[in-house]
């Protein structure tokens, strides 16, 4: 009877994976290939980031916000022709090119326009919407009258970096031309603030401006008083890899769509973008409506910042305790040892010489290009910051291990002690206590130096404040707001450290206190009753 039982609980078993296997293998069938394309998110009304899905909205991968506009409309299309399924991946202006190029993305649309310096790394489809070049200023300033370029002699004018709008700014007479912005998001602070009296765009991004923030007024020029260009830079087109199959699908779709009906869409998105209206105080409704994504943002910066301290520090600490291993005798584990020292040397002067956005760049896009390795930004940022902090950590640890009194050394040799055991019994507690304000001060600085991360698309603090204000156009509110968090956090881990520190020192060094700020780092010494 039991064997029975036995028998049919196991057909049950049987069956009911059966069931489910061909569920999975039917859904996975079903599945279609993704179709990826780069955009900020952060230039509306091409594209925009907002917190649902409302409008047509799709999701933003590795995110739980949505993005929307005239580009997304698009995409949409796009990928419903090549019946793929379109998926939105985030990142800064600089990074879509690299993205596209080492695979990351399928394709760029993203208000680009397809001038031949780009069209030497990127290939592009047939142009998508036409636009003409505005200037943007302050109502009521200075500039708020202008009508043609020759009022603009001696305005301090930018454009975004690696655009023909920052090319064709030495066209007006007398300008103090600026430095370059990455995006957006920075000139329209720039500009609210007073450090730029204008910034060229294109007449959508004007329009957006002009109605999400008050302060701000749109320039239009007339035919002979505005910037001399070209139609491929007023021209809008999708960016892909070069000798992409689907570019010639991708323009008969483009071409099917008429005139009268890419107006009615842009019209659209403008209607529905983000709106820059409340009755009530902004930090107030900034909090309320994007307090998740802050948090998120958050949880992403302490997760990785935590991640990558930790293992930074284990890192430091075996190699730093390798740096001072004495130089064997053999031959063999002699040469080992010098040349394990010479790339610990290298590695540490790599990643102490170089900032870490740039070694982010280098990791993340750099690894897919030159060695086809697709690697997810979340992981990526726990590996940059986790070598990075290893880096500096070698050199603490080193400088931790020498300033240990070169008695406790003889003393342990001369019980018989190891290299190994003095290290592991005596040497690594005092060290460990020794860095503990160092290990917990770089603790501290990976939480503020992951905003550079934001460059790979990573969704940390950062990242969420600069997406909440593309889209509300209240700079200083939002980055009031990221502020807090920011101190709150670091303020927090600084007492928590502390904290800890008194623990080791035991009950003695309640009456000892230290108000050293997070950038100190302090040495106890305590004396022998």
Not at 171 to 186: E, H, K, L, R, Y
Not at 319 to 339: D, S, Y
Request: glycine fraction near 8%; charged fraction near 20%.
């Amino acid at each position: 009877m039991k064997r029975k039982n036995l028998r049919m609980m196991v057909m049950m078993a049987f069956l009911l994976l059966g069931i489910l296997t061909s569920n999975n293998l039917q859904a996975f069938a079903e599945e279609k290939e993704k179709f990826v394309v780069g955009m900020e998110a952060g230039y509306p009304p091409f594209n925009w980031t907002q917190t649902d899905n409302s409008n047509g909205a799709v999701p933003i991968q590795g995110s739980k916000d949505f993005a929307g506009g005239y580009d997304i409309e698009i995409a949409k299309r796009v990928a419903e022709d090549l019946d793929r399924e379109l998926v939105i991946f985030k990142t800064e202006w600089d990074g879509l090119a690299p993205a596209l190029t080492s695979g990351k993305i399928d394709a760029i649309v993203a208000g680009m326009s397809p001038t031949a310096e780009r069209k030497q790394t990127i290939d592009f489809t047939d142009t998508y919407y036409n636009s003409h070049l505005v200037m943007l200023v302050k109502k009521n300033g200075p500039y708020d009258s202008a009508k043609k370029l020759t009022d603009f002699d001696g305005a301090k004018v930018t454009g975004q970096l690696n655009t023909f709008h920052y090319s064709v700014i030495e066209q007006i007479p007398g300008v103090s031309q600026q430095t370059a912005m990455d995006n957006f998001p920075a000139m329209r602070v720039a500009l609210e603030s007073g450090k730029i009296d204008g910034y060229v765009t294109e007449r959508p991004e004007g329009v957006t401006a002009e109605q999400l923030n008050p302060n701000f007024k749109m320039i239009e020029f007339k035919e002979g008083d505005g910037f001399e260009t070209s139609p491929e830079d007023t021209s809008i087109a999708i960016g892909l890899r070069k000798n992409d199959p689907d570019t010639a699908k991708i323009n008969t779709l483009l071409a099917g769509i008429s005139a009268e009906e890419r107006t009615k869409i842009m019209d659209t998105a403008i209607a529905q973008q983000p709106s820059g209206e409340t009755n009530e105080n902004w930090i107030v409704k900034i909090v309320r409506e994007n307090g998740r994504a802050f948090l998120r943002g958050a949880g992403t910066t302490l997760f990785i910042s935590l991640i990558g301290t930790v293992v930074g520090t284990i890192l430091g600490m075996a190699i730093g305790i390798f740096r001072t291993v004495p130089t064997p005798r053999q031959l063999f584990a002699k040469i080992l040892h010098k040349l394990l020292n010479i790339i610990f040397t290298v590695y540490v002067e790599i990643f102490r010489g170089t900032p870490m956005i740039v070694q982010a760049m280098v990791i993340y896009y750099g690894s897919a290009q030159a060695f086809h390795i697709d690697v997810n930004p979340l992981i990526a940022a726990l590996f940059i910051v986790s070598i990075n902090t290893g880096a500096y950590m070698t050199e603490i640890v080193r400088g931790g291990i020498f300033a240990v009194d070169k008695g406790q050394f003889e003393a342990a040799e001369a019980i018989g002690m190891t290299h190994g055991q003095t290290m592991w019994n005596v040497v690594i507690p005092q060290v460990f206590r020794n860095t503990l304000p160092a290990i917990g001060n770089e603790f501290v600085i990976n939480i503020k130096d992951t905003s550079v991360l934001n460059v790979i698309a990573v969704s940390e603090l950062y990242f969420q404040a600069k997406t909440v204000a593309g889209s509300n156009f209240r700079f200083f509110d939002t980055f009031f707001v990221a502020c807090v968090i920011y101190f709150v956090m670091t303020f927090t881990v600084t007492r928590i450290l502390r904290w800890v520190e008194r623990r080791i020192d035991g009950n003695d060094s309640g009456s000892h206190k230290s108000y050293a700020n997070q950038m100190q780092v302090t040495k106890l010494e305590r004396r022998g009753e």
